[in-house]
Nanobody
Framework: QVQLVESGGGLVQAGGSLRLPCAASGRTFSSLTMGWFRQAPGKEREFVAGINWDGGRTSTADSVKGRFTISRDNAKNTVHLQMSSLKPEDTAVYYC??????????????????WGQGTQVTVSS
């Protein structure tokens, strides 16, 4: 089992920044591929960013490319999503996810084995 706890969400004005940490426990963190997803009201959960076990490979959705960055610290069992130049359309619940098997196909929700409870990000115009 893997437990994931997100934090760092909140209300921010358009153009602002937020950094979302996700703390993992219960399994060797460095063996996990990690991802961030988001879900806005009335919409499906969508991929935001992913990172492989050692941080050597990352992937970012086109909608956030150049604005969001994913990183990890295996010594602290954490993965971060740095969000900059936020837009109102970035408003959503953001979820941290973990998968047991590495991948080059980051996007599908079904590929991830464990999920956090989510943290709300609201961007005002």
């Amino acid at each position: 089992q893997v437990q994931l706890v997100e934090s760092g969400g909140g209300l921010v004005q358009a153009g602002g920044s937020l950094r979302l940490p996700c703390a993992a426990s219960g399994r060797t963190f460095s063996s996990l591929t990690m991802g961030w997803f988001r879900q806005a009201p009335g919409k499906e959960r969508e991929f935001v960013a992913g990172i492989n076990w050692d941080g050597g490979r990352t992937s970012t959705a086109d909608s956030v490319k150049g604005r969001f960055t994913i990183s990890r610290d295996n010594a602290k069992n954490t993965v971060h999503l740095q969000m900059s130049s936020l837009k109102p359309e970035d408003t959503a619940v953001y979820y941290c996810a973990a998968r047991l098997v590495g991948t080059t196909n980051w996007v599908p929700v079904r590929g991830y084995n464990y999920w956090g409870q989510g943290t709300q990000v609201t961007v005002s115009s």
